[in-house]
């Protein structure tokens, strides 16, 4: 398998700002997924692996969960998140992605999604 290179030190600014800037769904993700609190995993939000950025990455799992808001409803933006999933796919992680509109209106299947995505 590929060598993973996790958050790479050129990509640790943008990290950081989309930490600061959470859309308002991962807020909402992340109060149930933050310290431990989901499962007892250890979750990291905007996380990069390669030139990725995920928003969600359980590590202990290879569990990488993205949230999709409008900027993501069109065609060359779901062929672009095909090709990510993908890649990121082949190196051995699962990618689960939700709409936003389904973490604000259906929060425990989601919860229940990426539960039964544990191993």
Known sequence: MEERRHNKKELESIRKNLRKNLTPAEAFL???LK???FEGRKFRRQHSI???I????CPEEYLIV???GEVH???MAEEKDRKRGEILEEMGFRVLRFENKMVFECL???LMEI?????
């Open 66 to 68: 993205e949230l999709d």
């Open 73 to 75: 409803l069109n065609a």
């Open 50 to 52: 390669n030139n990725f």
């Open 108 to 110: 425990d299947s989601v």
């Open 115 to 119: 539960r039964d995505n544990f191993r």
């Open 54 to 57: 995920v928003d969600f990455y």
């Open 35 to 37: 310290n431990k609190n």
């Open 30 to 32: 992340w109060k149930e």
